[in-house]
């Protein structure tokens, strides 16, 4: 009976008070510190809705990105050639086969959570922010028939008065088209978001110098983009004229292979190339004479002081660069029979993002998190 007396004490007694809430600006700061990539905000708004309506308020991602530095994370890369399209680089991102697969769609570029496509079957052009799912169909380019000799850059609209280019989600975006067609011509256009239409296509005379499918490079408002005899065009956005700056010098070509042009961070035309196990970036100058580009030095980096000894010891061919990510100021570099490399070019931090070869040129794609229904984790995805 004494037993069944404590029994019924206990089931009586009151229970032990919920553990205090904790205030919503602690849970801030504490979410503020999870790494960036997109993953961790993402499980932190299953927790509850109100975890989630903390995590998805505008001025706390904005508060994310400062607090990150500015510097998006590489959720991955596209490639230009054999499938997967899209290889996995942190966090296990992936992306939904079910919209965008190889065989049908093509990557051009990719720019501030957006991403540049081209369907080989129709020509259509679509952009899309991998990790919202947003998208928008492009009309077709005017005169565009469809050639390999092609390139393309996504470009945010909202020019240097925009403070917040982590952010550009919500702006307003251009579209610069390059391409090669015939064996003597190469025209360029430019589609704006805001307007939806294509400007008109201005064509200069390239006889037998096709467009390369490599990044190009925006300063100011001129694009860069390489020809595959190693010249250098430039579109200029202002005046909506195409012509040849220069050729990249036989310094240059005799120094470094798999040549990329790039953005520099003070906002000047690079350029990057590997010899030997040297990762070599280039400044430009523009003569005031001709207004022909030069090249000098900028900076040089021993790549045997940041590759493993027995990956220096088992490379067997040429180290290539393949791709440049000017938000996250990283460059991946291609190095057979390893793999695939990225490197931060301002730690000098280097990691191994893919054990594939890659056998081309890539396009990055960086992004913090945002809101959004298609972000998909594939814990499985292989590299």
């Not at 590759?307 to 067997?316: G, H, I, K, Q, S």
Request: aromatic letters at 10%; proline letters at 7%.
């Amino acid at each position: 009976m004494a037993e069944l007396a404590a029994d019924s004490r206990s089931v009586d007694s009151p229970l032990p008070p919920p553990p205090p809430i904790m205030p919503d600006d602690v849970l801030r700061e504490i979410l503020l510190c999870l790494p960036p990539e997109p993953i961790h905000l993402f499980r932190a708004s299953l927790v509850s809705k109100h975890w989630r309506a903390l995590v998805h308020d505008t001025r706390f991602l904005r508060r994310c990105r400062e607090f990150h530095g500015g510097t998006p994370p590489v959720l991955g890369f596209f490639k230009l050639t054999r499938p997967p399209l899209f290889v996995p680089t942190a966090g296990s991102f992936a992306v939904s086969a079910a919209t965008i697969h190889h065989g049908d769609w093509f990557p051009l570029d990719c720019n501030r959570g957006r991403a540049l496509l081209i369907s080989e079957r129709s020509r259509a052009l679509l952009v899309r922010d991998l990790v919202t799912g947003d998208e928008r169909h492009l009309p077709l380019l005017p005169g565009f028939e469809g050639s390999w000799d092609r390139n393309s850059a996504l470009l945010c609209a909202a020019g240097a008065g925009h403070a917040d280019h982590c952010d550009c989600r919500s702006c307003p975006f251009l579209v610069a088209f390059v391409f090669s067609h015939g064996r003597f011509i190469t025209s360029a256009c430019l589609y704006s978001s805001e307007t939806g239409v294509w400007g008109e296509v201005t064509s200069m005379f390239t006889r037998n110098q096709f467009v390369e499918r490599k990044a190009m490079a925006l300063v100011g408002n001129t694009l860069y983009c390489l020809l595959d005899n190693n010249w250098i065009i430039e579109f200029d956005f202002d005046t909506y004229n195409l012509q040849v700056i220069g050729e990249l010098s036989y310094k240059v070509l005799n120094s470094c292979i798999g040549h990329i042009i790039m953005t520099t961070q003070d906002g000047q035309l690079g350029l990057a190339g590997v010899g030997g196990f040297s990762l070599q970036l280039w400044s430009s100058t523009t003569c005031i004479d001709d207004g022909m580009v030069t090249w000098a030095d900028r900076r040089v980096i021993d790549l045997e002081k940041l590759l493993a000894p027995e990956v220096v010891a088992a490379c067997t061919a040429p180290v290539w660069p393949i791709g440049y990510a000017q938000d996250a100021d990283v460059i991946f570099i291609e190095v057979y029979p390893s793999g695939v490399y990225m490197i931060h070019l301002k730690s000098l931090q280097i990691e191994k993002v893919s054990e594939n070869m890659v056998h081309g040129y890539i396009c990055p794609y960086t992004s913090f998190y945002a809101p959004g229904n298609t972000i998909i984790f594939d814990v499985a995805s292989p590299r």
